[in-house]
């Protein structure tokens, strides 16, 4: 379900439609990496790190859209006070420090360990895009803040990082359209046009 189908006067999506775009990836970061570590030949990594090198740029495109678009709906979602949160996988699970690590990863990954292997095999240099480590930074203090979601029934409940901005009404609607757009073609790199509207 997304926000594309789901009509309601008093309640709001958890998820208005992103999670169908992620689980598209050809795999996340973590399992092709660790796939590829495990190749024992340096010749063999080298050939299989050059037919990943697509997959793993593409990977982190949409990883950072997916937590920013995160972000963009939690603010929008702040804004619609009084609302009921439906769909919410996170409600009434536990909470602790492992539920970081898949960001940690991604963050370590993005900032070191991708661009020492493009240079080691393929003799290429990977420029970091530094709104992705911005966007990384701030989602794991909103996760923090939150508690991992697992109590947020209610669009008062969420909490939102001070380093987010509270856009204006025009921007509020710029927002949704964007992420309504985002979620009909399902291509969440749509919504780094907006980032600058919270951070």
Do not use: A, P, T
């Given at each position: 379900?997304?926000?594309l189908d789901f009509k309601s006067?008093?309640?709001m999506l958890f998820d208005p439609g992103y999670s169908a775009s992620v689980a598209r990836v050809s795999g996340n970061i973590e399992y092709m990496y660790s796939a590829f570590s495990s190749i024992p030949s340096i010749k063999q990594k080298r050939f299989?790190?050059?037919v990943l090198y697509p997959k793993f740029l593409k990977a982190?495109?949409?990883?950072a859209a997916f937590y920013l678009g995160c972000m963009l709906w939690g603010v929008y979602l702040k804004n619609n006070q009084g609302k009921e949160?439906?769909?919410n996988p996170c409600l009434d699970t536990e909470?602790?420090?492992d539920s970081f690590y898949e960001i940690d990863f991604l963050y370590n990954f993005i900032k070191e360990g991708f661009n020492?292997?493009?240079?080691y095999y393929l003799n290429k240099t990977y420029a970091i895009n530094p709104l992705y480590l911005t966007i990384l930074e701030i989602y794991k203090e909103f996760l923090s803040l939150n508690k991992g979601f697992v109590k947020v029934k209610k669009t008062d409940d969420i909490l939102l990082p001070k380093r987010l901005k509270n856009p204006d009404k025009e921007d509020f609607k710029?927002?949704?359209d964007t992420i309504v757009k985002a979620v009909k073609e399902d291509n969440l790199e749509l919504l780094f046009k907006i980032s600058d509207k919270i951070i």
């Open positions: 379900m997304s926000i006067d008093n309640q299989q790190f050059s982190i495109d949409l990883n949160i439906v769909n909470f602790d420090d020492r292997d493009c240079k710029l927002i949704y």
